[in-house]
């Protein structure tokens, strides 16, 4: 068997815990409403109001199967979100790739068991997937093509693949123990070579293309726990790598994601009552200011995750008690959209992300003993939210 085939994602092993801290405990019975075009869509699946902030809720993918979202720095929905794509045991009791069609709500496998890492295309709907060491590319009706190989020499594939928005390259970040050798790699999708982009002194992780600007890879310092320095980005124009936010030392960043040309989302989690006094939460920085060490606090509270919503109006972010919080940026405030629970134990990460239009967020949950995904559509009065 090739290296290749043993392919696999990286993703921060985080440890478990322990942090609490109060929400409102007054329920918000206010009514959610969006375009009509939105509600009667969504209104085909069954729906549930959150006890504490009145949000309405759908039930997209159902358990008793596994199910997860795509991480949220990947695409994972379709054309004007008529599709939506997702992991699942459902169908030969493995995790593979399937596909929601949101107004038959049919679902149904899209890759074989078995294959390697894989990605949507931003635009094109297509799929990029490994199988052993040959790189495919799917169109939506299922006809595929091989596009490349992936050679043996490289080593282990580490932090996914990444397509960039204009669909001319395949990222991704390769292993190698002998002389411990770190590099950023992409494949021409057209012609199948490889370049090499940089070698880092690191394990790579996170490998990310900017949507809005195909000029730029963000990538993170992996080491299953904290790093000395989190985010990293690879530039077309100087093809160096360069921290992306010069992080101080007493800082823990993590789950960092684009949102905008040069701008990106992160997380600072405060781990310890001495880290609680320091800043933490949910912060924004943009290329510039973030390599003079320079950030945007936006929310202050223990954060897990973030995204923010293509219209740019919106962040969110959760906490370790699986509640998903709204962050409206230009005034700093936080407000409770889905309130957390967890069911028969299992402790599903939520990664939410914003659908491609900002109407909604979708996130996996266990609410209800499965694990599931839901979507809840943003509410028309922000300020009739449960205040943080």
């Known amino acids: 068997m090739s290296k290749a085939s043993k392919i696999q994602f990286t993703r921060r092993g985080f440890l478990a815990s322990t942090l609490w801290f109060p929400v409102a405990s007054m329920a ?16 085909e699946f069954e729906m549930y109001e959150d006890e504490k902030t009145g949000a309405k809720i759908y039930k997209i ?14 695409p994972m929905w379709g054309k004007s979100c008529e599709h939506f794509y997702f992991l699942s045991d459902r169908s030969e009791g493995k995790s593979q790739l399937h596909r929601l069609e949101r107004d038959t709500k049919k679902i149904s496998p899209v890759l074989e068991i078995g294959m390697g890492n894989f990605s949507l295309s931003w635009e094109t ?14 169109e939506v009706d299922g006809s595929k093509s091989e596009i490349g190989t992936y050679p043996d020499e490289f080593g282990t594939m580490t932090g996914g693949i990444g397509i960039s928005a204009d669909e001319k390259w395949l990222y991704c970040a390769t292993h190698k123990e002998e002389g411990e050798q770190n590099l950023l790699r992409r494949m ?10 940089t070698q880092v002194p690191f394990k790579i992780g996170h490998v990310q293309p900017n949507f809005w600007n195909t000029d730029l890879v963000m990538f993170c310092w992996e080491t299953g726990g904290d790093s000395p320095q989190r985010t990293w980005c690879w530039s077309e124009k100087t093809h160096k790598a360069e921290p992306f936010f010069v992080e101080p ?25 001495a880290h609680k006094k320091l800043p933490h939460g949910v912060a924004e920085t943009d290329k510039e200011k973030g390599s003079k060490g320079s950030m945007n606090l936006l929310a202050q509270y223990p954060a897990w995750h973030t995204h923010g ?36 134990n299992i402790k599903v990460h939520p990664h939410a992300s914003f659908l491609p239009d900002s109407s ?23 300020e009739a939210l449960p205040l943080a």
């Open 28 to 43: 918000y019975a206010q009514s959610q409403t969006t375009t009509t075009k939105s509600r009667n869509v969504w209104d």
């Open 61 to 74: 993918v159902t358990g008793p199967s596994k199910n997860t979202t795509i991480y949220q720095t990947h």
């Open 125 to 138: 709907e297509r799929v990029y997937f490994f199988k052993e060491n040959k790189i495919f590319k799917q």
């Open 188 to 197: 021409s999708i057209s012609e199948g070579k490889w370049e090499e982009c």
């Open 249 to 273: 030392d007493e800082l823990w960043i993590t789950h960092e994601v684009w949102w905008g040309t040069e701008r990106a989302l992160f997380t600072i989690w405060p781990y310890d009552e």
């Open 309 to 344: 919503s293509h219209d740019f109006k919106w962040v969110l972010g959760d906490d370790f008690d699986r509640n998903i919080w709204l962050i409206l940026p230009e005034k700093k405030e936080r407000r409770l959209l889905v309130s957390g629970k967890i069911g028969n």
């Open 360 to 382: 909604g967020i979708v996130f996996n949950t266990s609410c209800f003993g499965y694990e599931e995904i839901h979507l809840v559509l943003l509410p028309e009065n922000f």
